[in-house]
């Protein structure tokens, strides 16, 4: 006897819960994915200096979400927010202080850091998870985009730190060319158009190529293939329907 009686109507009248845990994270992949695409959109779009406030924003936005879904433990916590807080400061001493092509170069060095330390959070939180949705999917395919946007600042870190240009035609290193050729190399599409000089270009874009195939190869398809689509709570039209449903089959 748990003390509240029998409900009334029967099986039909049982109230039937969803035990959640009191401390479940949120599942905030999708912000982050949406955020990282809208990053992306504004680099291919515009090149105004206003971009640059705008991604970091973008980037902090991402690592913050990212951060909250995966709970990771108190060391990793306060990592995240001396990230937060030296990456902004420093952000804003290189775009005020410094002349434009120093200032890009810190700036890129900064982005390297806050996509860094996003990555390892996603990367620690759905390589954990036991049970694989549409939010895993989402931190996975966030995981990728972040890879593409990585590079592109490391690319503008070496375009800003090698003595000869960084592409072999003499095409200006900015950040749209940079994007462009960091996720035809993470893709392996390889139009040919631009083509890094350096030898150390030239190993870094092959270990992005190398890193995106390993990627898509192994976690990427791996998780969609493990993908189930998970049960309506009970509560939700879906999940009344579905309980009726397995109770009509017992009481036969």
Known sequence: MDGR???????????RRVVRPANAPPDDFGVVLGLLCVVYLVFVLTAEPWTS??????????????????????????????????????????LTLLPQEPATGVV???????????????LGRILTRREVT???????????????????NVFGVLAWLLPEPFFAAGQPADQQSLQYFSF????????????????????VATFEALLAQVFLATLVARLVASY???????????????????TDRADR
């Open 5 to 15: 009686g029998p409900s009334p109507g029967g099986s039909a009248g049982r109230t």
């Open 53 to 94: 406030w705008f991604v970091v924003l973008g980037y902090l936005g991402a690592l913050f979400f990212a951060v909250r879904t995966s709970r990771p433990g108190p060391r990793l916590r306060l990592a995240v927010r001396v990230v937060l807080v030296v990456s902004a400061v420093a952000t804003v001493a290189a």
């Open 108 to 122: 890129n060095g900064v982005f390297c850091v806050l996509l860094g330390v996003t990555l390892v959070t996603i």
């Open 134 to 152: 549409l939010s895993t999917i989402a931190g996975a395919l966030s995981a990728y985009l972040i890879l593409g946007l990585f590079f592109a």
């Open 184 to 203: 035809t190399t993470l893709t392996t599409v390889g139009y040919g158009d631009y083509t890094a000089a350096s030898f150390a270009g030239r190993g």
């Open 228 to 246: 189930r689509r998970q049960p309506a709570p009970f509560g939700s039209p879906d999940g009344a329907d579905a309980a009726d449903d397995s």
